[in-house]
Each structure stands twice: as C-alpha cells, then as structure tokens.
C-alpha cells in the first residue's frame, strides 16, 4: 500500500448538489432576464416590413390598443383576452413626436460591438 490518497468522486453527494444548485441558478437568471426585457419591451420585435408595429399604448392588466402601419396606411387595433378587434382605419397617418421606433435586437448588438473597450471574438477591440 502507498501513502496516495484516493481522488474525491465526481459524483459525490457534495458536487451533485452543487451542480445543482448552479444548474437552478442559470435557469432563474435566464428567466430574470426574459421577464425585464418583456417587461421593458425590449424583447419584442417591431417589424420592417410591410406591417409594423407603430406605437401601443396599455388601458389595462392585459388590455392595449395598438397603432399598426399596413403598406402606407395606418389601423388602430384592440389588442385583449378577446383577441384583436379592428378600431379605425386612420385616413390621416399619425406622426409621432417620439422619433424613431427602438431598434432591433440585431442593431443594438452592432451598436455596442462596435464601441471602444469591447472585445470581438476575433480578439480585436
């Protein structure tokens, strides 16, 4: 017999719950994650084709309207438990003080890859 102590079993109660324990903390973070940006309405895409979300605005816990732009028209919907329900056809477009819509998901990662202080994969900043 030599004096080698024998290595800790990978599978020892110790390791199984701290993996775990990690494992449930990586799930409640993804989940954190996804609630703030539904929450924040950053998640949500805003559409560049030829329908597109404009502008929504909430009147209630699951209730909105909705300013749609169709083509070059724009439709104003309810959007509820109900489903959707069409309110008006505008014949004037609405133009919104509030500039430009957010942009997309892809553009924001652009944006912030591309300042200084970032490393890329390809190892440059």
Known sequence: ??????PASPLSVGSLAQLT???MAIVALILAISWA??????????????????????????DRIVLLRVGESQV??????????????????ITLKGGTPAP???????????RPGVSTPGGST
């Open 1 to 6: 017999m030599t004096g080698l102590a024998q």
């Open 21 to 23: 324990l990690s494992l």
């Open 37 to 62: 940006l539904k929450r924040l309405k950053l998640a949500r895409p805003r559409g560049s084709g030829e329908i597109a979300v404009i502008d929504e605005l909430s009147v209630g816990p699951r």
């Open 104 to 114: 997309a998901f892809a553009d924001r990662m652009r944006e912030l890859m591309k």
């Open 76 to 93: 104003l919907v309810g959007v509820g438990a109900a489903g959707l329900v069409p309110l008006a056809p505008l014949a004037i477009p």
